[in-house]
């Protein structure tokens, strides 16, 4: 008896083994890069909400009068760290506090790259009773998953950088 040729050639066709793991491996590289993305998103959002709340509180000790000494900068930059709950390196803050005597007399600053943060001089100057105070914080976030985001990178920066400004009155606390 002879075999039709389709017998051969179609049970080839119709074998479904290892259909899954074929299927697998070409989802499985961007699912896992979408996975990483997504963890080193949530890692940057809350690094900056921690960053921000943590320059609240501490900003509340100079705005009554707690910190109004240069000795208390670095009790300042303590506060700062001891609110971030050990998540950062804390030789990677930044901090500038300065003061005014109006509100119209805070500056803007550039948009935050490395050449900014390489001319940048921050100084602590904790103002008197009634100042102006602008009080900015800007830390230096290397990724976990850096080969993520190779090609968002502008330049040569391989950090983020996560700021936050907080412009507040000194009560009247002498």
């Known amino acids: 008896m002879k075999r039709p040729l389709c017998s051969g050639l179609c049970g080839l066709i119709?074998?479904?083994?290892?259909?899954?793991a074929i299927e697998f491996s070409l989802v499985a590289l961007p699912l896992f890069a979408a996975i990483f993305f997504f963890f080193?998103?949530?890692?940057?959002?809350?690094?900056n909400v921690l960053l921000n709340r943590a320059v609240e509180d501490?900003?509340?000790a100079i705005r009554v009068g707690q910190l109004s000494?240069?000795?208390d900068a670095r009790k300042f930059r303590h506060e700062i760290c001891s609110r971030y709950f050990g998540v950062v390196d804390?030789?990677?803050l930044i901090i500038d506090v300065r003061s005014y005597e109006e509100f119209s007399d805070v500056t803007d600053h550039p948009p935050i790259t490395r050449?900014?943060?390489e001319s940048?001089?921050?100084s602590i100057d904790l103002g008197e009773a009634s100042d102006i105070i602008a009080v900015r914080i800007i830390y230096s976030y290397s990724p976990l998953f850096s080969f993520i985001f190779e090609s968002s990178r502008r330049g040569s920066d391989e950090v983020f950088y996560l700021a936050t400004a907080k412009i507040f009155r000194n009560e009247p606390f002498e």
């Open 14 to 20: 119709k074998q479904n083994d290892g259909v899954a």
């Open 40 to 47: 080193e998103i949530a890692l940057l959002n809350v690094g």
């Open 58 to 60: 501490a900003s509340r």
């Open 69 to 71: 000494t240069e000795a």
């Open 90 to 92: 804390c030789d990677k």
């Open 115 to 117: 050449q900014v943060i």
């Open 120 to 122: 940048f001089r921050p």
